[in-house]
């Protein structure tokens, strides 16, 4: 068997009703990423932080997974090769979707993290900033994912897959967020076939040796469709 590497990102859970930080109107835009999305912005104003990942965490909750998502699950359900899908989306949306082999890098939306002692567990609905760490018992709790300015998840198990991959393929990336707009060049390294499908070319489209333009929900699908026939 091969090893298939899929990176996602906001772009496939856009068309499931999830806005990026790029979208005009959504939650992001009426923040600033420092303000939400660092530890010092949580440092400043916890309760900011918690009431802006509250809804996220509802609106999340409220989606569903898309034709894309589902593609996804069923290319790592029926093909010979060995899908991995790598996300930079907090969402489980991949996962409620039927897919398994799934690293979430920059977290999850769903879980909850001490900032004291470091434990992880399911987040309720709503937090703040008196919610207490069900470990130590100290109001330490806060939303369980990578800010910027802090280190993604499961690195070196991504380096590993991106070594060993025969295919890479890029889903809905802007190719402006590092580290994971490095891992086409990781992939090409190894020797990896690459693909791209994106709403439009991004900044790194000229690394790829075939790009698929238009919405997620067509083109994945039809590209899983290819790789399956």
């Known amino acids: 068997m091969g090893r298939i590497v899929i990176l996602t990102g906001a772009g496939i859970s856009a068309e499931s009703g999830l806005g990026t930080f790029r979208d005009e109107g959504g939650l992001w835009a009426q923040h600033r990423i420092e303000d939400v999305a ?8 916890p309760a900011l932080v918690h009431r802006f990942y509250n809804a996220r965490r509802i609106q999340a909750a409220a989606a569903a997974p898309n034709a894309a998502h589902l593609a ?9 090769d060995v899908v991995t899908i790598v996300t930079q989306n907090v969402d489980d949306l991949h996962r409620r979707a039927g897919s398994h082999h799934v690293l ?4 999850r939306l769903a879980g909850a ?3 004291i002692c470091g434990h ?8 703040d900033e ?7 018992h100290r109001a330490a709790a806060r939303p369980d994912v990578v800010w910027f300015g802090e280190v993604p998840h499961y690195m070196d198990e991504i380096a590993a897959l991106l070594a060993e991959a025969r295919l890479f393929a ?3 990336t802007s190719g402006q967020v590092y580290p994971a707009a490095a891992f086409v060049e990781e992939a090409r390294a190894a020797g990896a076939e690459t693909v791209e499908m994106s709403l439009e070319p991004t900044a790194v489209s000229h690394l790829f040796d075939d790009c698929l333009v238009g919405p997620a929900t067509e ?3 039809r590209w899983v469709e290819g790789m399956l026939g």
């Open 170 to 172: 890029a889903i809905g």
């Open 104 to 107: 979430q890098m920059h977290g």
């Open 113 to 115: 993290l001490c900032d």
């Open 38 to 45: 660092t530890p010092e912005g949580y440092a400043r104003n």
């Open 120 to 127: 992880r567990w399911e987040a309720p609905p709503e937090m």
């Open 130 to 136: 008196e919610t207490p760490c069900p470990a130590c």
């Open 219 to 221: 083109t994945v699908p």
């Open 72 to 80: 996804l699950a069923r290319l790592e359900a029926e093909h010979s």
